[in-house]
C-alpha cells in the first residue's frame, strides 16, 4: 500500500485553494451528522466530477469522497459517541472516502488510524481532511479485498454495499477479518445488498442527506458488526 499519489494530491490542493464560489467548488464545511468533523466537500459532487473531467480530457474515477454518505456519518458518529470502541486501538477504515470515519476513530484516541482506499483522489482527500482536523491518519491505497482483513484491532468501513458486485466481494473480507479477532464495524443506510443473516445490527441513527441524487432529506443509518 502506498501514501497518496502527488499528481493527485496537488490537484486537489490546487482546487482547496482556487478562488470562486460556484457549484463546482470544494468547501471545508462541518460533517451534518458529525459537526466536530470539518471536510472538505464538493457544493455539487456532479458539477465539480464534469469539470474535472472536462479539464483532463479523459473518464475520472467518481468523487465519491467529495460527499458525506450516510453508511460513514452513523459510523463516525458512533465512533465518537463511544470512544472505548476506538481509544488506544489500531483502526484500519476500508473504502474511506472523505476519511470521515478514520478522522472520528483518531478523534476519539486510536493509537493508529489507517484509512484506505483505491481511489488516488480518495487518498488525497483523507491527507488534506487529516490536515484540516488536526489527526494523524496514514492514507494509504491499494485493494484489501483478497488480504484477511487482520491488519488492525478495529475495522470499520462505512458504506460499502452500495453495490451487489463489491458486497459480494467485501463481504467475506469482513468475515476473515472477524474470525481473525478483529472487530468489525459497518455502517449501512440498506441500499439493497444488506445480508441480515450475516451482520447484526448494534446502533440506528437518522441521518440527514447530503450525497447526490437521494429523495428524502435524512435516512435511516445502521451500524452493523458480523454476527
Known sequence: MNGPSTAALAELEREIDAPGDGLDRLRLVPTPFVPEVRLHLAEDAIVWWARMEAAAGRALPPPFWASAWAGGQALARHLLDHPDLVAGRRVLDLAAGSGLVAIAAALG?????????????????VTVNARANRVRVQAR???????????????????????????????PYLRRAAQGGTQVLVGDPDRGHLPWDVLEVVASYPVPTTEPSVDSPVRRVQVLRPR
Open 109 to 125: 484516541g486510536a493509537t493508529q488510524v489507517v484509512a484506505n482506499d483505491v481511489d488516488p483522489y480518495a487518498v488525497a482527500a
Open 141 to 171: 491505497s491499494g485493494d484489501l479485498l483478497d488480504d484477511d482483513g487482520t491488519q488492525a484491532e478495529l475495522l470499520v468501513a462505512g458504506d460499502v454495499l452500495y453495490d451487489g458486485e463489491l458486497a459480494d466481494r467485501v463481504l
